[in-house]
């Protein structure tokens, strides 16, 4: 199981009562049965050629209605996140996991092992995308990474505060106060859930790196809640509404859009949402039936012709407009001058064979 799958388990576990996380353990055992039991769909669900999208919707359609939301979206992300061969064994191993948490008591070490620092950057991460799932405003995010950054500076400007927040020596619920009596009615409740996962996971020197990661992810999370979007004329309201709500659905997250005006894109939308870009503009389109264009093998002279230009003003000459050949411009006359070219080097071949 990916350490970033591990932190997104444990955000949605914590955020569940605890009767329904009874039964999020037992639905998770129940997927893990079901695919056991049946080849077929265990081959759909860990077949990388088949996107991670539609694999969710054929587990999503055997079990809309039948098990919790939560459920589901711990089943999504390990869809997202994980290699395809990879998704059965780590369901069954959140499935575990959900079933050790049940038996633990409140102030027991957790369950998690310790990992290295890259590793433990996945699972904050993980963790972190959970908790944004819930975050409706993206101004929300700029306060959060705001709050972030700053507990950050002092963890980092007190050595005696790191030290004893790096100490997994101490116990678990004296770490978390200590975040709780620095953070509490200062910043917003989430940054307080996030630095106390960061103390509880992380060890000495390693913290203050890893809350500057977080600080980076939460800006990267902004990022992908802005959607620049470009159209050739003023968009009317409902148009910006249809938009907003596809690129929202998209992104699997509410976006915001900006709007900008572009006449040189001549028709359609070019929308950019973190690092997608979605280009259905007409300029686009041309410029792919021109670089189409380009590869089409031509025969003889012709494709000298293209290629000088010459489609635009027709010369002079034999097929051209000096002589009535064609009218000036036409690919008409171009196409005859092409051809009688072609013509005369065929005579002259052929004379030469026959001396």
């Given at each position: 199981?990916?350490?970033?799958?591990r932190?997104?388990?444990?955000?949605?576990?914590?955020?569940?009562?605890?009767?329904?996380?009874?039964?999020?353990?037992?639905?998770l055992?129940?997927?893990?049965?079901?695919l056991?039991?049946?080849p077929?769909?265990?081959?759909?669900?860990?077949?990388?050629?088949?996107?991670?999208?539609?694999?969710?919707?054929?587990?999503?359609?055997?079990?809309?209605?039948?098990?919790?939301?939560?459920?589901?979206?711990?089943i999504g992300?390990?869809?997202?996140?994980?290699?395809?061969?990879?998704?059965?064994?780590?369901?069954?191993?959140l499935?575990?996991?959900?079933?050790?948490?049940?038996?633990?008591?409140?102030?027991?070490?957790?369950?998690?092992?310790?990992?290295?620092?890259?590793?433990?950057?996945?699972?904050?991460?993980g963790?972190?995308?959970?908790l944004?799932?819930g975050?409706?405003q993206?101004?929300?995010?700029?306060?959060?990474e705001?709050?972030?950054?700053?507990?950050?500076?002092?963890?980092?400007?007190?050595?005696s505060?790191?030290?004893?927040l790096?100490?997994?020596?101490?116990p678990?619920?004296?770490?978390?106060?200590?975040?709780?009596?620095?953070?509490?009615?200062?910043?917003?409740?989430?940054?307080?859930?996030?630095?106390?996962?960061?103390?509880?996971?992380?060890?000495?020197?390693?913290?203050?790196?890893?809350?500057?990661w977080?600080?980076?992810v939460?800006?990267a999370?902004?990022?992908?809640?802005?959607?620049?979007?470009?159209?050739?004329?003023?968009?009317?309201?409902?148009?910006v509404?249809?938009?907003?709500?596809?690129?929202?659905?998209?992104s699997?997250?509410?976006?915001?859009?900006?709007?900008?005006?572009?006449?040189?894109?001549?028709?359609?939308?070019?929308?950019?949402?973190?690092?997608?870009?979605?280009?259905?503009?007409?300029?686009?389109?041309?410029?792919l039936?021109r670089?189409?264009?380009?590869?089409?093998?031509?025969?003889?002279?012709?494709?000298?012709?293209?290629?000088?230009?010459?489609g635009?003003?027709?010369?002079?000459?034999?097929?051209?407009?000096?002589?009535?050949?064609?009218?000036?411009?036409?690919?008409?006359?171009?196409?005859?001058?092409?051809?009688?070219?072609?013509?005369?080097?065929?005579?002259?071949?052929?004379?030469?064979?026959n001396?």
């Amino acid at each position: 199981m990916r350490e970033a799958v591990r932190g997104y388990a444990v955000a949605v576990l914590e955020a569940v009562e605890r009767d329904r996380l009874e039964r999020l353990a037992g639905e998770l055992g129940s997927v893990r049965r079901l695919l056991a039991g049946s080849p077929p769909l265990r081959e759909v669900v860990s077949d990388g050629a088949i996107a991670a999208g539609a694999r969710l919707g054929v587990l999503e359609e055997l079990l809309a209605g039948r098990v919790l939301e939560a459920t589901l979206k711990v089943i999504g992300f390990v869809l997202r996140a994980e290699p395809a061969p990879e998704v059965p064994p780590s369901l069954e191993s959140l499935a575990e996991r959900a079933a050790a948490e049940l038996t633990r008591a409140e102030g027991e070490p957790p369950l998690d092992p310790p990992v290295g620092r890259t590793a433990l950057k996945d699972r904050v991460e993980g963790y972190a995308i959970a908790l944004f799932e819930g975050v409706e405003q993206r101004s929300q995010l700029d306060d959060i990474e705001d709050g972030l950054f700053r507990f950050a500076r002092i963890v980092e400007s007190v050595p005696s505060l790191a030290a004893t927040l790096g100490d997994q020596n101490v116990p678990e619920p004296v770490r978390e106060d200590v975040v709780g009596d620095l953070l509490e009615g200062r910043t917003q409740p989430l940054v307080g859930q996030l630095c106390r996962y960061v103390v509880r996971n992380a060890r000495g020197r390693e913290l203050v790196a890893v809350l500057d990661w977080l600080v980076e992810v939460t800006a990267a999370e902004r990022g992908r809640r802005l959607a620049d979007v470009r159209l050739a004329v003023e968009p009317p309201p409902d148009l910006v509404e249809r938009l907003e709500n596809a690129l929202s659905a998209l992104s699997g997250r509410r976006v915001e859009m900006r709007v900008q005006q572009e006449p040189a894109l001549m028709g359609g939308v070019v929308a950019v949402v973190g690092d997608v870009m979605i280009d259905t503009s007409v300029r686009h389109r041309l410029e792919l039936v021109r670089a189409a264009l380009s590869e089409v093998p031509l025969k003889g002279g012709l494709s000298d012709w293209v290629a000088s230009g010459n489609g635009r003003t027709a010369p002079d000459g034999p097929g051209g407009a000096a002589d009535g050949g064609g009218q000036p411009g036409t690919v008409e006359a171009g196409t005859r001058q092409a051809d009688e070219a072609d013509g005369g080097s065929n005579g002259q071949e052929e004379s030469s064979g026959n001396g």
